[in-house]
C-alpha cells in the first residue's frame, strides 16, 4: 500500500516508509528496525485516514525476530542525534505533505520511549503522543518543557523492560508540570503485547485490539481524519 521514501534530515538525508493520505502520524519502530509490521501499522494508520511515515532509524539495518542480540547492538548503536535529526525531518516531511499544523506519534518498545523524547524536541508540531510499553527512564529523561501534547500510553502490566509502576510515576511527574498524560496498564499482559509478530510469544489480541481502538478515537480526537 505504502512506498519508500527520503526526506531532508538537518543537511542529509533519511528514509523512511510512507503510506495514507489525511493527518499526519509517524510511527516509531521497535529495536528490531524498520521491518514489516511497522510497514504493516503504517498501512493500518493509511486504512483510518492518515498519512503514516516510519523513519528508518537504522538506515537500512535490521534484526529479524530471532535476533535479539542483534536487535541490541542496533539499538545501543543508535547515533542519539542522527535519530533525533531523522525524527524531526520526518515531522517537516509529514507537515509539508499533509497541510495539517500538527502530526501524531506512535511509537513501540523502543520507538514508544522516543516518541515521548520526540513531542519533547519539537512541541508544538506534535498534536498526539501514543507510547506502547516505552518510554525514557533516568539519564534518558528529555527537557520536558517542549511537551505540549497529550499522551495515551498502553502498557503491559508484567513487563521488565518498562515497569507499569515507573511509567506510572513519569506520569505523575508530568501531570505535575501540567501535562496531559493518561496511561492504560492492560492486565495480565507481557511486553510487546500488541506487536505482530510475536517474538516474546506476548501476543495478545484482545488487548491489542482494545489498544488500537483507543488509539485511533485518541487520534481523531487530537488530529482528526
Known amino acids: 500500500m505504502g512506498e519508500s521514501v527520503e526526506f531532508a534530515s538537518n543537511g542529509n538525508t533519511a528514509g523512511g516508509y510512507l503510506a ?18 511497522v510497514k504493516a501499522t503504517c498501512d493500518q494508520l493509511a486504512g483510518a485516514g492518515y498519512t503514516a511515515l516510519a523513519p528508518d532509524l ?18 545501543n548503536a543508535l547515533p542519539p542525534d542522527r535519530a533525533g535529526r531523522d525524527m524531526g525531518g520526518a515531522v517537516d516531511f509529514l507537515l509539508e505533505n499533509t497541510g495539517g499544523p500538527k502530526v ?3 511509537g513501540y518498545c523502543m520507538g514508544g520511549m522516543l516518541s515521548f523524547i520526540l513531542a ?8 498526539a503522543v501514543v507510547p506502547f510499553y516505552g518510554f525514557p527512564q533516568g539519564d534518558f529523561e528529555p527537557d520536558w518543557s517542549g511537551l505540549t501534547a497529550p499522551v495515551l500510553g498502553h502498557m503491559a502490566e508484567n513487563d521488565d523492560f518498562f515497569p507499569p509502576a515507573a511509567i506510572e510515576a513519569l506520569a505523575e511527574k508530568l501531570r505535575g508540570m501540567g501535562k496531559h498524560v493518561t496511561i492504560h496498564v492492560y492486565p495480565g499482559t507481557g511486553h510487546a503485547f500488541a506487536s505482530g509478530h510475536n517474538a516474546l510469544g506476548t501476543a495478545n489480541e484482545e488487548a491489542a485490539d482494545l489498544a488500537w481502538s483507543r488509539t485511533l478515537e485518541f487520534l481523531k480526537a487530537k488530529l482528526g481524519s
Not at 495514507?20 to 524498520?34: K, S
Open 104 to 106: 501524531g506519534v506512535i
Open 58 to 75: 537504522y538506515h537500512g539495518e535490521m534484526a529479524s525476530h530471532t535476533e535479539m542480540d542483534k536487535a541490541g547492538e542496533l539499538m
Open 20 to 37: 495514507g493520505a489525511g493527518p499526519g502520524v509517524i510511527v516509531l519502530q521497535e529495536w528490531w528496525g524498520l521491518t514489516p509490521e
Open 120 to 127: 519533547a524536541q519539537q512541541g508544538d508540531k506534535i498534536g
